[in-house]
DNA sequence: CTGTATCCAAGGGGATACTG
DNA sequence: CAGTATCCCCTTGGATACAG
């Protein structure tokens, strides 16, 4: 019930715990093109449902990751956009991001090559 | 059914979908000090039960991170290092630590905000 | 349009016990 | 010691319908 220095105390858990979900890469990568409507954000998406779509948005803002602005027109106006905070989270993604264009061929070598063994096939 | 750029398409998804999982970043890490017997990794996390070690483990493998030497000797020995794409991995990951250091105070303050506005309370 | 509520299926991952 | 096999719970997230 007590681990060494990790578990929660990781800071590398903590920020996976914030990006590793499905959608939340997505959608911060998506708002990095500027300020976007919650509608725009589905259509250049595709897929998400309203429902996670919100509740993604939520997770970010109340993490300081993405600031909401609500406009109280006649048809509801509700925009986002990226905070400082947001932004380098961004370029910390566009890293990885890099890291696996960069890597992921060898990533499909090495599985190609583990599937293919005799030794210790087995999926 | 058809994602503009993203879904399986974006790199980052790839990446992320390899150490976003609970264990595979803790596993990496822990790996960075050496190379690691089976009962060693379990003892420096702690918490991880052998079913998931293992399961992490076999992933890491197939995917070229980590390299499993077996050698055929009487108490069964098997030993786990990182692989050059493995050390490379950790360093993208203390980059994301790194990160996770520097900003979790600017998250924290955010989400204590968050959960003390008036406006948009509610959890 | 923006967002919420409900229902529900799939899978990750924990506990435990057992095998080579 | 290393690893496997079950069982099972609980969370994530998709579909759908509805509200402000």
Same mark, same amino acid.
């Given at each position: 019930?007590?681990?060494?220095?990790?578990?929660?105390?990781?800071?590398?858990?903590?920020?996976?715990?914030?990006?590793?979900?499905?959608?939340?890469?997505?959608?911060?990568?998506?708002?990095?093109? $500027?300020?976007?409507?919650? $509608?725009?954000?589905?259509?250049?998406?595709? $897929?998400?449902? =309203?429902?996670?779509?919100?509740?993604?948005?939520? $997770?970010?803002?109340?993490?300081?990751?993405?600031?909401?602005?609500?406009?109280?027109?006649? =048809? =509801?106006?509700?925009?986002?956009?990226?905070?400082?905070?947001?932004?380098?989270?961004?370029?910390?993604?566009?890293?990885?991001?890099?890291?696996?264009?960069?890597?992921? =061929?060898?990533?499909?070598?090495?599985?190609?090559?583990?599937?293919?063994?005799?030794?210790?096939?087995?999926?």
């Amino acid at each position: 019930m007590d681990a060494d220095l990790f578990d929660a105390s990781c800071p590398s858990r903590q920020a996976l715990d914030r990006i590793g979900d499905r959608w939340s890469v997505l959608v911060v990568s998506t708002l990095a093109a $500027g300020t976007l409507r919650h $509608g725009e954000i589905a259509g250049r998406i595709g $897929g998400i449902t =309203p429902k996670m779509l919100t509740q993604t948005l939520r $997770g970010l803002e109340r993490d300081g990751l993405v600031r909401r602005t609500v406009y109280a027109e006649v =048809p =509801p106006r509700v925009e986002y956009a990226l905070t400082g905070l947001g932004r380098d989270l961004v370029g910390l993604v566009q890293q990885l991001t890099r890291w696996a264009e960069v890597h992921i =061929p060898d990533v499909e070598a090495a599985r190609a090559d583990y599937d293919a063994r005799p030794t210790a096939s087995r999926k």
